[in-house]
């Protein structure tokens, strides 16, 4: 299986930041990276494909980048609605694996 | 906007089979294009891709739980379910159901599918207990 690495696991910021969250995979995984935003109690919801791609509906303010093995998402200008877990999941190979999440917590 | 809905017993006892159903609206469980997944997450852990499966039936599933796994597909019904044999407390999660699609992307290697999960359900608790 490949191995998906978020760093950091959790981070404090305040609204108005810009934040960045990196995954790293276990091996090439060339671009089928996606990001995904969960809170307590609600279904994830979608924000990255294939690594850049912004899904329909997600604030421009988050965005991706990356190939290969290192990914990042990105959020600009933090905003209240975007403290939340994220985790980012490789569609690369099978079985699909997801990292183990990074909770963006309030400073 | 496609919307699913999980259902099932919130309880399992241990050894016996822990049975759910995501009921799937304003999309089709036939769509050529799409796939109908399960995912779960333990408490306090991360997210696990259990499986999917294609309108056709076929299916993939995570090697990790593939001997105890099976989902299956009721087009009439616009559903698809999920039967997980021999639970034990390590079964004990949150399950989600998701519609996964798939983009296309080029790179110097060349022609790839980027396959992604862009409708989730909310989410329904089992827990494995006597």
């Known amino acids: 299986d490949i191995q998906m690495t978020q760093s950091p696991s959790s981070l404090s910021a305040s609204v108005g930041d810009r934040v960045t969250i990196t995954c790293r995979a276990s091996?090439?995984?060339?671009?089928?990276l996606n990001w995904y935003q969960h809170k307590p109690g609600k279904a994830p919801t979608l924000l990255i494909y294939?690594?850049?791609s912004l899904q329909s509906g997600v604030p421009s303010r988050f965005s991706g980048g990356g190939s290969g093995t290192d990914f990042t998402l990105t959020i600009n200008t933090l905003q209240p609605d975007d403290f939340a877990t994220y985790y980012c999941?490789?569609?690369?190979?099978?079985?699909?694996?997801f990292g183990q999440g990074t909770k963006v917590e309030i400073k | 906007q496609v919307q699913l809905q999980e259902s099932g017993p919130g309880l399992v006892k241990p050894s016996e089979t822990l049975s759910l159903t995501c009921s799937v609206s304003?999309?089709?469980?036939?769509?050529?294009?799409?796939?109908w997944s399960w995912i779960r997450q333990p408490p306090g852990k991360g997210l696990e891709w259990i499986g999917y499966?294609?309108?056709?039936?076929?299916?993939n599933y995570n090697p990790s739980l593939k001997s105890r796994v099976t989902i299956s597909i009721n087009t009439s019904e616009n559903q698809f379910s999920l039967k997980l044999t021999s639970v034990t407390a390590a079964d004990t999660a949150v399950y989600y159901c998701?519609?996964?699609?798939?983009?296309?992307?080029?790179?110097?290697?060349?022609?790839?599918?980027?396959?992604?999960?862009?409708?989730w359900g909310k989410g329904t608790t089992v827990i494995v207990s006597s």
């Open positions: 294939a690594a850049s």
């Open positions: 999941q490789q569609s690369y190979s099978f079985p699909w694996t």
């Open positions: 304003d999309g089709s469980v036939s769509s050529a294009s799409d796939y």
């Open positions: 091996q090439s995984i060339s671009g089928s």
């Open positions: 499966i294609y309108h056709s039936g076929t299916t």
């Open positions: 998701a519609r996964e699609t798939r983009a296309a992307y080029y790179d110097p290697s060349g022609f790839h599918n980027a396959p992604y999960m862009d409708f």
